[in-house]
Protein backbone atom coordinates (compact mmCIF):
# COMPACT_ATOMS: atom_id res chain seq x y z
CA UNK A 1 0.00 0.00 0.00
CA UNK A 2 1.36 2.98 -1.17
CA UNK A 3 2.35 5.76 1.93
CA UNK A 4 -0.35 8.67 2.09
CA UNK A 5 0.69 12.12 0.81
CA UNK A 6 0.79 14.94 3.17
CA UNK A 7 0.60 18.84 1.46
CA UNK A 8 3.35 19.61 -0.60
CA UNK A 9 4.21 16.45 -2.02
CA UNK A 10 5.86 14.96 1.41
CA UNK A 11 4.88 11.29 2.86
CA UNK A 12 2.24 11.55 6.03
CA UNK A 13 4.30 11.72 8.78
CA UNK A 14 7.30 12.84 7.14
CA UNK A 15 6.86 16.33 6.86
CA UNK A 16 10.03 18.62 6.98
CA UNK A 17 9.28 19.45 10.45
CA UNK A 18 12.16 19.69 11.17
CA UNK A 19 12.38 23.17 8.62
CA UNK A 20 9.68 24.65 10.29
CA UNK A 21 12.19 24.39 13.67
CA UNK A 22 14.63 26.29 12.31
CA UNK A 23 12.70 28.91 10.67
CA UNK A 24 10.87 29.47 13.17
CA UNK A 25 13.89 29.46 15.81
CA UNK A 26 15.75 31.29 12.82
CA UNK A 27 12.99 33.95 13.27
CA UNK A 28 13.52 34.44 16.74
CA UNK A 29 17.30 34.65 16.53
CA UNK A 30 16.27 37.45 13.96
CA UNK A 31 14.54 39.37 16.38
CA UNK A 32 16.72 39.12 19.41
CA UNK A 33 19.08 40.69 16.88
CA UNK A 34 17.14 43.24 15.86
CA UNK A 35 15.53 44.17 19.17
CA UNK A 36 18.97 43.52 21.24
CA UNK A 37 21.71 46.33 20.90
CA UNK A 38 24.59 43.88 22.04
CA UNK A 39 23.47 40.82 19.69
CA UNK A 40 23.28 43.82 17.02
CA UNK A 41 26.34 45.11 17.26
CA UNK A 42 27.98 42.18 17.30
CA UNK A 43 26.36 41.01 13.95
CA UNK A 44 27.08 44.37 12.49
CA UNK A 45 30.54 43.03 12.84
CA UNK A 46 30.54 39.90 11.67
CA UNK A 47 28.71 40.63 8.43
CA UNK A 48 31.43 42.86 7.47
CA UNK A 49 32.92 38.94 6.50
CA UNK A 50 30.68 37.45 4.68
CA UNK A 51 31.33 38.69 1.51
CA UNK A 52 35.37 37.33 2.13
CA UNK A 53 33.53 34.06 3.18
CA UNK A 54 31.55 34.06 -0.14
CA UNK A 55 34.12 35.05 -2.51
CA UNK A 56 36.78 32.65 -1.17
CA UNK A 57 33.70 29.90 -1.38
CA UNK A 58 33.04 30.73 -5.05
CA UNK A 59 36.68 31.11 -6.37
CA UNK A 60 37.84 28.33 -4.24
CA UNK A 61 35.45 25.87 -5.52
CA UNK A 62 35.16 26.98 -9.06
CA UNK A 63 39.04 26.18 -9.21
CA UNK A 64 38.99 23.03 -7.71
CA UNK A 65 36.13 22.02 -9.81
CA UNK A 66 38.28 22.72 -12.67
CA UNK A 67 41.62 20.95 -11.11
CA UNK A 68 39.10 18.01 -9.75
CA UNK A 69 37.75 17.54 -13.68
CA UNK A 70 41.37 17.62 -14.71
CA UNK A 71 42.74 15.19 -12.57
CA UNK A 72 39.32 12.73 -13.06
CA UNK A 73 39.78 12.93 -16.89
CA UNK A 74 44.20 11.59 -16.50
CA UNK A 75 42.67 9.05 -14.42
CA UNK A 76 40.62 7.85 -17.17
CA UNK A 77 42.97 8.18 -19.97
CA UNK A 78 44.71 5.35 -21.94
CA UNK A 79 48.32 6.39 -20.69
CA UNK A 80 49.13 4.33 -17.19
CA UNK A 81 51.77 7.00 -16.49
CA UNK A 82 48.94 9.71 -16.37
CA UNK A 83 46.59 7.18 -14.55
CA UNK A 84 49.28 6.52 -11.73
CA UNK A 85 49.96 10.17 -11.29
CA UNK A 86 46.56 10.85 -10.76
CA UNK A 87 45.84 8.32 -8.64
CA UNK A 88 48.99 9.55 -6.30
CA UNK A 89 47.81 13.21 -6.87
CA UNK A 90 44.14 12.35 -5.12
CA UNK A 91 45.68 9.43 -2.44
CA UNK A 92 48.51 12.13 -1.02
CA UNK A 93 45.86 15.59 -1.33
CA UNK A 94 43.42 13.28 0.84
CA UNK A 95 45.56 11.86 3.21
CA UNK A 96 46.35 15.87 4.55
CA UNK A 97 44.27 17.54 6.73
CA UNK A 98 43.16 20.34 4.86
CA UNK A 99 44.25 22.70 8.16
CA UNK A 100 48.02 21.18 7.50
CA UNK A 101 47.84 21.79 3.66
CA UNK A 102 46.51 25.32 4.19
CA UNK A 103 49.73 26.35 6.89
CA UNK A 104 51.41 24.25 3.87
CA UNK A 105 50.74 25.98 1.14
CA UNK A 106 50.75 29.53 3.00
CA UNK A 107 54.29 29.18 4.68
CA UNK A 108 55.75 26.71 2.54
CA UNK A 109 54.52 26.75 -1.14
CA UNK A 110 53.77 30.91 -1.26
CA UNK A 111 57.69 31.58 -0.50
CA UNK A 112 58.74 28.62 -2.90
CA UNK A 113 56.59 29.99 -5.87
CA UNK A 114 57.63 33.59 -5.23
CA UNK A 115 61.62 32.30 -5.03
CA UNK A 116 61.24 30.25 -8.11
CA UNK A 117 59.48 33.50 -9.83
CA UNK A 118 62.31 35.74 -8.96
CA UNK A 119 64.63 32.99 -10.27
CA UNK A 120 63.09 33.07 -13.41
CA UNK A 121 62.53 36.62 -13.77
CA UNK A 122 65.99 37.66 -12.63
CA UNK A 123 67.51 38.80 -16.10
CA UNK A 124 64.62 41.05 -16.15
CA UNK A 125 65.02 42.59 -12.87
CA UNK A 126 68.78 43.56 -13.89
CA UNK A 127 67.53 44.85 -17.03
CA UNK A 128 65.46 47.06 -14.62
CA UNK A 129 62.34 46.22 -16.68
CA UNK A 130 61.06 44.06 -13.46
CA UNK A 131 61.13 43.86 -9.47
CA UNK A 132 61.17 41.09 -7.50
CA UNK A 133 58.43 40.17 -5.43
CA UNK A 134 58.40 39.98 -1.82
CA UNK A 135 56.35 36.98 -0.03
CA UNK A 136 54.24 39.39 2.01
CA UNK A 137 52.82 40.83 -1.70
CA UNK A 138 51.25 36.94 -2.17
CA UNK A 139 48.04 37.61 -0.81
CA UNK A 140 47.26 35.50 2.40
CA UNK A 141 43.68 35.80 0.92
CA UNK A 142 44.79 33.51 -2.09
CA UNK A 143 46.85 30.97 -0.41
CA UNK A 144 44.19 30.22 1.41
CA UNK A 145 42.31 30.10 -1.74
CA UNK A 146 44.94 27.50 -3.61
CA UNK A 147 44.89 25.35 -0.49
CA UNK A 148 41.35 24.47 -0.23
CA UNK A 149 41.12 24.78 -4.41
CA UNK A 150 44.43 21.89 -3.88
CA UNK A 151 42.46 20.22 -1.37
CA UNK A 152 39.17 19.78 -2.06
CA UNK A 153 39.91 18.75 -6.09
CA UNK A 154 41.08 15.47 -4.98
CA UNK A 155 37.78 14.77 -3.84
CA UNK A 156 35.85 16.60 -6.55
CA UNK A 157 38.12 14.64 -8.94
CA UNK A 158 36.76 10.91 -7.40
CA UNK A 159 32.96 12.59 -7.70
CA UNK A 160 34.21 13.22 -11.54
CA UNK A 161 35.48 10.28 -11.94
CA UNK A 162 32.63 8.11 -10.59
CA UNK A 163 30.01 9.57 -12.26
CA UNK A 164 31.56 9.60 -15.92
CA UNK A 165 31.93 5.73 -15.43
CA UNK A 166 28.66 5.33 -14.83
CA UNK A 167 27.67 6.06 -18.27
CA UNK A 168 26.85 2.73 -20.09
CA UNK A 169 29.85 2.30 -22.08
CA UNK A 170 27.84 0.56 -24.84
CA UNK A 171 26.37 4.71 -25.58
CA UNK A 172 30.39 5.58 -25.13
CA UNK A 173 31.11 2.88 -28.12
CA UNK A 174 28.37 3.81 -30.35
CA UNK A 175 29.01 7.46 -30.23
CA UNK A 176 32.77 6.22 -31.78
CA UNK A 177 30.70 3.90 -34.26
CA UNK A 178 28.86 7.53 -35.11
CA UNK A 179 32.50 9.06 -35.73
CA UNK A 180 31.97 11.35 -32.64
CA UNK A 181 35.45 13.19 -31.36
CA UNK A 182 36.64 12.17 -27.85
CA UNK A 183 35.44 15.98 -26.79
CA UNK A 184 32.51 15.46 -28.29
CA UNK A 185 31.43 12.30 -26.56
CA UNK A 186 32.55 13.42 -23.48
CA UNK A 187 30.76 17.04 -24.32
CA UNK A 188 27.22 15.21 -25.75
CA UNK A 189 27.10 11.73 -24.64
CA UNK A 190 29.11 11.05 -21.89
CA UNK A 191 29.03 14.69 -19.28
CA UNK A 192 25.17 14.89 -19.71
CA UNK A 193 24.45 11.65 -18.41
CA UNK A 194 27.07 11.42 -15.62
CA UNK A 195 26.03 14.89 -14.48
CA UNK A 196 22.89 13.57 -12.87
CA UNK A 197 25.39 11.01 -10.68
CA UNK A 198 27.83 14.10 -10.34
CA UNK A 199 25.61 16.81 -8.94
CA UNK A 200 24.31 15.80 -5.48
CA UNK A 201 28.07 14.89 -4.11
CA UNK A 202 29.35 17.72 -5.83
CA UNK A 203 26.51 19.92 -4.36
CA UNK A 204 27.54 18.92 -1.29
CA UNK A 205 31.57 19.21 -1.58
CA UNK A 206 29.75 22.75 -2.27
CA UNK A 207 28.60 23.43 1.15
CA UNK A 208 31.07 21.20 3.16
CA UNK A 209 34.02 24.73 1.66
CA UNK A 210 31.55 26.86 2.48
CA UNK A 211 32.26 25.61 6.51
CA UNK A 212 36.07 24.31 5.79
CA UNK A 213 36.52 28.51 4.59
CA UNK A 214 36.01 28.97 8.06
CA UNK A 215 39.37 27.38 8.17
CA UNK A 216 41.25 30.56 6.00
CA UNK A 217 40.86 32.99 9.67
CA UNK A 218 43.80 30.56 11.18
CA UNK A 219 45.81 32.79 8.25
CA UNK A 220 44.07 36.22 9.34
CA UNK A 221 41.65 36.26 6.65
CA UNK A 222 38.76 38.71 7.42
CA UNK A 223 36.23 35.91 7.38
CA UNK A 224 33.09 35.57 9.12
CA UNK A 225 35.15 33.61 11.88
CA UNK A 226 37.88 36.10 11.93
CA UNK A 227 35.76 38.84 12.36
CA UNK A 228 34.20 36.95 15.38
CA UNK A 229 37.54 36.17 16.73
CA UNK A 230 38.55 39.66 16.79
CA UNK A 231 35.22 40.83 18.56
CA UNK A 232 35.70 38.30 21.15
CA UNK A 233 38.86 38.81 22.01
CA UNK A 234 38.20 42.35 22.34
CA UNK A 235 34.98 42.65 24.37
CA UNK A 236 35.25 38.94 26.05
CA UNK A 237 31.28 37.88 24.65
CA UNK A 238 32.15 34.96 23.36
CA UNK A 239 28.79 33.53 24.19
CA UNK A 240 27.12 36.40 22.06
CA UNK A 241 29.61 36.10 19.45
CA UNK A 242 29.92 32.63 18.61
CA UNK A 243 25.89 32.31 18.71
CA UNK A 244 25.59 35.02 15.94
CA UNK A 245 29.08 33.30 14.00
CA UNK A 246 26.89 30.17 14.48
CA UNK A 247 23.60 31.69 13.54
CA UNK A 248 25.15 33.06 10.11
CA UNK A 249 27.15 29.98 9.16
CA UNK A 250 23.46 28.21 9.34
CA UNK A 251 21.63 30.30 7.09
CA UNK A 252 24.50 30.45 4.61
CA UNK A 253 24.77 26.01 5.07
CA UNK A 254 20.85 25.56 5.33
CA UNK A 255 19.83 27.85 2.83
CA UNK A 256 22.28 26.24 0.01
CA UNK A 257 21.57 23.06 1.17
CA UNK A 258 17.82 23.63 0.38
CA UNK A 259 18.20 25.59 -3.24
CA UNK A 260 20.75 22.87 -4.15
CA UNK A 261 17.96 20.45 -3.32
CA UNK A 262 15.83 22.16 -5.33
CA UNK A 263 17.84 21.79 -8.36
CA UNK A 264 18.64 18.32 -8.17
CA UNK A 265 14.51 17.74 -7.66
CA UNK A 266 13.81 19.62 -11.05
CA UNK A 267 17.00 17.42 -12.84
CA UNK A 268 14.92 14.68 -11.72
CA UNK A 269 12.11 15.74 -12.91
CA UNK A 270 13.29 16.65 -15.95
CA UNK A 271 14.11 12.88 -16.75
CA UNK A 272 11.01 11.51 -15.55
CA UNK A 273 8.96 13.20 -17.83
Not at 2 to 16: F, I, L, R, V
Given at each position: ???????????????????????????????????NDIYAQVFRTIF??????????????????????????????????????????????????????????????????????????????????????????????????????????????????????????????????????????????????????????????????????????????????????????????FFETYSIVTYIY????????????????????????
Amino acid sequence: MAPQQAPGGHSKGDYPWWLVALVVIGIVLAVVIISNDIYAQVFRTIFNGVGVTIFVTLVGFALATILGLGIALLGLSDSVALRQTSRFYIEVIRGVPMLVLLFYVAFVGAPSIVAAYNFLTTPLVRAGFSEPVMVRDFSLMWRAIIALMIGYSSFIAEVFRAGIQSVDHGQIEAAKALGLSRYHRFRFVVFPQAIKVIFPPLSNDFVAMVKDSSLVSVLGVSDITQMGKIYASGSFRFFETYSIVTYIYLILTIGLSLALRQVEKRMRGRDQR
